[in-house]
């Protein structure tokens, strides 16, 4: 009979689980890149703001000024975004850090089960063998026995034989 595990499907559930929440965490991990991506793009938007406010007419620095300030504040409330989704992230990680743990521990009974099962097994066929063994021994030694009392029943009639001729 093979090895049927009894906490199959609880391991099946929990492997199912950790691989959900695998996935929740390739989406957080994607929201906080985009969010770095924003950030960056950003960047590069007050770096060229910067640069071209350099080259500008003296009458648009106000102007300027007013959108580099918009751009900062923006840069703020990304980086706010990015602190968050990023807080997400670690959350959910840290739950698929305990769903890896809860299955790597079923697995790890299952793997104790099936080397128990198999060592089961073993001493039920050594028992079988043993006791083919013993049964064979008692065949051989009854056929044996059996041999001894042919081999004396005959003896004793040659000996019979051999007193009648003696007269």
Do not use: C
């Not at 060229?48 to 959108?67: F, H, L, P, V």
């Not at 790597?104 to 083919?132: C, G, P, T, W």
């Amino acid at each position: 009979m093979p090895f049927v595990y009894r906490l199959q499907k609880i391991l099946d559930f929990r492997i199912r689980k950790k691989e959900e929440q695998l996935i929740v965490v390739q989406k957080a991990q994607q929201e906080v890149y985009i969010a770095e991506q924003k950030i960056r793009e950003n960047e590069a938007e007050i770096q060229q703001t910067i640069a071209n406010k350099r080259t500008a007419d003296y009458r648009m620095m106000e102007y300027y000024d007013k959108y580099l300030h918009h751009l900062w504040d923006k840069a703020d409330a990304l980086e706010q975004e990015r602190l968050r989704l990023q807080a997400i992230l670690d959350e959910e990680k840290a739950k698929l850090v305990k769903l890896e743990q809860a299955v790597k521990v079923l697995e790890k009974h299952k793997d104790k089960q099936r080397e128990a099962y198999l060592e089961e097994e073993k001493a039920k066929e050594l028992r079988q063998f043993s006791e083919i063994g013993v049964q064979r021994f008692f065949i051989q030694s009854r056929e044996q026995e059996e041999e001894e009392a042919e081999l004396q029943r005959l003896l004793e009639e040659y000996e019979e034989g051999e007193s009648e001729y003696e007269y």
